[in-house]
């Protein structure tokens, strides 16, 4: 009865996650999928998420992809048996593959460029220390929004932001300047989560910062199965 209460008869009551300062740094003003308030805004990103990025055809088309990293983890496995059964950190494996998996999917076919992959996996796990850890306003909300502890609490996710604003920044323009290039670009089956965003950017009405925050939070949590 509780669940039914909370998920259906005052789901609208609930349906927002509480407004604090971390995530919305690092999410552009809680403008994604996860942590944006319920409202226009925040159902034209779910639209565009589950029509666009994480339809049944786009996780179909991941499917090589997944594959081709299946069979580097695969070549690990191989490659520490053959040095006389060397130990293997599975976790540490497993974390790489999900996150190449991610990047893949986020930033497309040149995600290992330049240690792109590196780049992302170094801010994703930043991201979750972040998000996951003690968060003074979590408990004492009033006290954390005083000036000088507000301070204290936002400086590294600011410092975490601009450290996603110079990864993601380049990706967006690089990916811009060859959509400009492209044709029937929804043919086209390579195309990532920043090709799609940037395509139906005008349909939506993102902002840059909307299509970084989506971004942000794909990297973060979604990954393709």
Known sequence: ??????????????????????????TYGATDSCYGPYGDHFRKVRK?????????????????????EVRLVIAKLRGAAAMAGAPVDMTELLHSFANDLICRAVSG??????????????????????????????????????????????VRAMRVRRRWDQLLDKLIDDHATRLVRRHDHDQQ??????????????EYGFTRDNIKAILVVSASCYMPT
């Open 1 to 26: 009865r509780a669940a039914e209460a909370v998920l259906r008869t005052h789901d609208l009551a609930f349906a927002s996650r509480p407004r604090a300062m971390v995530p919305d740094i690092i």
């Open 48 to 68: 565009a998420v589950t029509v666009h990025l994480l339809n049944s055809h786009k996780l179909q088309a991941y499917r090589p992809a997944r594959e081709e």
């Open 109 to 154: 076919k040149f995600f290992r460029e330049e240690g792109r992959n590196k780049l992302f996996r170094e801010r994703i796990d930043t991201n979750a220390s972040l998000l996951g850890g003690f968060n003074l306003e979590d408990y004492f909300p009033s006290l954390a929004r005083t000036k000088l502890l507000s301070k204290v609490i936002c």
């Open 189 to 202: 089956q390579d195309s990532d989560f920043i090709d799609i965003l940037l395509y139906h950017q005008e």
